[in-house]
């Protein structure tokens, strides 16, 4: 099977393939690349440059047709190796890093352990446990008519807007929570009262309801990245740009737009990755929304940061039973790992966004914004979180709404910078990318980007999610922050 595919006729190829006539080797090519439906038959062939390094034969990418529904991927290309095993090429998995940057990859099958031999401890004293890539990259995205193509590689690709990812980790456990003495966002898997979760209270040390180890909530956006910052340059909250990353790769390797499909854990013909990854922590019921003296939770964080250590780097699903202050279990939580990194792709709290703005236009629309640099200039940050766009660039503007509410994202951004951001809505729980987008139609001012979803936000959630409405000073107790890092400066523009 040829392992090259070139897209620069991808749409013509789609339709060689879909009136039934043969396609032919392009006259005069010294080489042939190919793309290949889901089944792997050949679709179409078309000749490429090929560099002397050999840039066209490492990449991977998937193909989909946007005029229909479906969220399944109508071919794939490039190299099949790397679409099998992108955990090989990218160093897809979980990381212990400290807070100048330095990491150590985890045994894949067994967090506890490092992957050089040793034990490896989780609770603060050996770094963050992280989730993340070992190895710098290219996403190369392509719009096409209707044609998606999003693919990734180690060089840039002619034809295509190439964006540059740097080695970047964020919180293995999906989430951060706080060092009280310190007041550093952390992600350690300890349960002593210094990482004391939600909002603090002790009353609930252990009871049913602990907030010992639980994820941190209850802080504003800005506070959030401010006590990332305390770890050293480099480190922020929860950061737009590696969700993006993190989507579109998973979008890549699962051939699927909808995150939230059922998981299979079987490969397909070409041993690739299919379906999705199931509903995850999105579907609790009132007992979460209860207050204490009910019985329920208060909407304070439910799922422990431990939870899913056991899958190691595995993709896949597992289980979490909460239960009530009699040890009854009020709901079994289905959770998700993506490489190791748990419930990342949506649900358990509304995500709080350290390096995304939006801004409210006239026509009720909004534009996205992205902060232009992450690390300190000059020995000083260049943006904060509030109610000024400084330090931010400007992104795509979203579609306009007849009324404030929700709609499923039927595309998303593909421009001049790297974002993940809807420009079109009018889909379903089960078609496109099958994740909501709300809002509120205001006429002016800055808002909050938030992202996954919450505990019981249904279909609604998922990687391509954006909640539209919070202004900056907003917090409560179902929303939270993971902690991400990078050792360079992140630029979202294409590379050059």
């Known amino acids: 099977m040829a392992n090259n595919i070139g897209l620069v006729t991808i749409e013509d190829a789609l339709k060689t393939v879909q009136s039934g006539l043969p396609a032919q080797d ?27 390094e050999g840039e066209g034969q490492m990449y991977f990418e998937r193909t989909w047709n946007l005029t229909t529904s ?4 109508a071919a794939w290309g490039g190299n099949l190796a790397l679409g099998q095993r992108p955990e090989d090429y990218l160093g897809l998995g979980c990381y212990l890093v400290t807070n100048d940057h330095k ?41 096409q008519g209707g044609m998606m193509t999003l693919g990734f590689s180690f060089k840039k690709r002619a034809g295509y807007k190439n964006f540059y990812v740097p080695v970047a980790t964020d919180s293995a456990a999906g989430w951060a929570t706080i060092e009280r003495s310190t007041g550093r966002l952390v992600s350690y898997i300890n349960e002593g009262a210094d990482y004391r979760g939600g909002n603090n209270t002790s009353a609930y040390d252990g009871k049913y309801n602990s907030l010992l180890g639980r994820p941190v909530s209850s802080m504003t956006t800005n506070a959030f990245l401010t006590a990332a910052r305390l770890n050293g340059d480099g480190w922020l909250g ?6 993006a990353v993190e989507a579109i790769l998973f979008y890549i390797i699962f051939g699927n737009l909808n995150a939230q499909a059922d998981f299979n854990p079987n490969r397909d013909v070409n041993g690739l990755r299919q379906g999705g990854l199931g509903t995850g922590p999105t579907n609790a019921g009132a007992w979460w929304s209860k207050s204490v003296d009910e019985g329920g939770f208060g909407y304070l964080p439910v799922i422990p940061m431990s939870a899913g250590i056991e899958l190691g780097d595995a993709c896949g699903v597992f289980t979490y039973d909460v239960k009530d202050a009699d040890g009854n279990v009020l709901q079994t939580m289905q959770c998700t790992s993506f490489f190791g990194h748990k419930n990342a792709l949506g649900g358990i709290m509304w995500r709080m966004m350290t390096d995304e703005l939006l801004r409210n236009n006239a026509d009720g629309s909004q534009t996205h914004l992205i902060a232009e640099k992450i690390k300190k200039v000059s020995d000083a940050y260049t943006y904060s979180i509030g109610d000024s766009a400084a ?3 400007e992104g795509a503007t979203g579609p306009t709404y007849a009324e404030a509410g929700w709609n499923y994202v039927t595309r998303i951004a593909i421009g001049s910078v790297l974002e993940l951001f809807p420009t079109a809505v009018g889909g379903s729980s089960a078609t496109s990318f099958a994740d909501g987008y709300y809002n509120p139609v205001a006429t002016s001012g800055i808002r909050l980007v938030l992202r996954s979803g919450p505990l019981d936000g249904g279909g609604y959630c998922g990687p391509a999610f ?10 409560d107790a179902y929303r939270g922050s993971s902690l991400c890092e ?11």
């Open 70 to 73: 479906t969220s399944v991927a």
């Open 466 to 475: 954006v909640y539209g409405r919070d202004g900056v000073g907003v917090s």
């Open 26 to 52: 392009a006259p005069g090519s010294s080489q042939t690349v190919m793309l290949h439906d889901p089944t792997g038959a050949p679709v179409a062939k078309a000749p490429v440059v090929q560099t002397p």
């Open 486 to 496: 990078v050792d360079e400066e992140w630029p979202v523009d294409e590379a050059a």
């Open 103 to 143: 990491r150590e990859k985890l045994m894949p099958g067994d967090h506890y352990h490092l992957a050089k031999g040793g034990v490896a401890k989780l609770d603060g004293s050996m770094g963050h446990y992280q989730f993340g890539w070992g190895k710098p990259f290219y996403l190369n995205l392509l719009m």
């Open 391 to 393: 330090g931010f660039i």
């Open 238 to 243: 929860s950061c737009g740009r590696f969700c």
